[in-house]
């Protein structure tokens, strides 16, 4: 039987190896195909012991907002040990690592899609026309969706008006990065082509989606920056529902038991940002494309 005091002293050795490991994963000095590698080779190795969420939450741009997001795109639970995946879980990690180093890699200068959601009426549109009228440079994604044009949009400029047959085309094609049913009545969808090129040119790219459309698009691409807009409070936010007379009081109904539902998702996000000045909301999420930029050329 082994001395209690011995096996205290192998764990500590054991924690102080695998903090070894991290600190080497945080400071660049080794890459975590590497690591990963190590751990899958050597069952007896400190790269073994690593809890997945140890072994993510150490490599440089993976917070702990990204960490639950990448192990559920690749089917890898919190708790399991970096040595103990299976193989599809490895096989999946290793291409995820691999992209992402390729991703890193390519160019300093690739794009940042920044992802903006929220409850209905609290201000999305008026934000997003208010970003386009003082920086003309920011490019927008338009999405398609299967509602009929409201007084002053415009085919191909606010969104691209489908029939409900060409939308299914165009799902069925895998066309689409993201698309729900909103308010239980009509679709809306994000063209996957426009987003990949843009970013892979190195332009940022800002995408004004619903709630659910926000979330599908994280687990396609977890390097998106999800931003959620709130309202100064409830009462203004049905206040502004209610102002813009574009809905009758059922459909209002039915948008404000959304927004219920929709302000309970705003811990999914990166960043929350309240539209209390729509200048100050504009600008904030101008900012977060400036300060990509500043990182690449840092």
């Known amino acids: 039987m082994r001395d209690p005091r011995e ?16 600190h080497a994963l945080q ?8 690591v990963a590698r190590t751990a899958w080779d050597n069952a ?6 690593l809890r997945m969420t140890e072994f993510l939450g150490s490599i440089p741009g993976i917070g702990v907002v990204k960490i639950p997001r990448i192990l559920d795109s690749l089917g890898i639970s919190p708790r399991k040990r970096l040595g103990a995946l299976g193989p599809h879980q490895t096989n999946r990690l290793t291409a995820w690592l ?4 390729l991703l890193t890699s390519a160019s300093v200068h690739r794009g940042r899609l920044v992802v903006l959601a929220g409850p209905t009426a609290v201000g999305k549109g008026t934000v997003v026309a208010r970003i386009r009228q003082h920086n003309p440079d920011v490019r927008f994604s338009v999405s398609a969706t299967t509602r009929t044009p409201r007084p002053g949009e415009s085919n191909g400029e606010h969104y691209f008006f489908v029939s409900n047959a060409e939308f299914d085309r165009l ?13 239980g009545q009509n679709r809306y969808g994000t063209p996957r082509g426009p987003i990949v090129d843009a970013l892979n040119a190195g332009d940022s790219i800002i995408l004004e989606i619903d709630i659910q459309g926000a979330r599908q698009v994280k687990k396609a691409m977890p390097e998106a920056i999800l931003v959620f ?13 209610e102002s813009r007379a574009t809905e009758n009081a059922e459909e209002q109904a039915r948008r404000l038991e959304t927004a219920k539902v929709e302000f309970a998702a705003r811990s999914e996000f990166d960043v929350i940002i309240v539209n209390d000045d729509v200048d100050s909301a504009a600008e904030a999420v101008v900012q977060l494309l400036k300060d990509h930029y500043a990182e690449g050329e840092s």
């Open 7 to 22: 096996a205290s002293l192998i764990a500590v050795e054991r924690r102080r190896a695998r903090a070894s490991v991290k």
């Open 27 to 34: 400071t660049g000095d080794r890459e975590p195909l590497t």
């Open 44 to 49: 007896e190795s400190a790269e073994y012991g």
């Open 98 to 101: 691999n992209d992402r180093r």
């Open 171 to 183: 799902v069925g094609t895998d066309q689409m990065l993201e698309w729900a049913v909103v308010h």
């Open 229 to 241: 807009l709130m309202p100064p409070s409830w009462d203004e936010l049905v206040r502004r529902l």
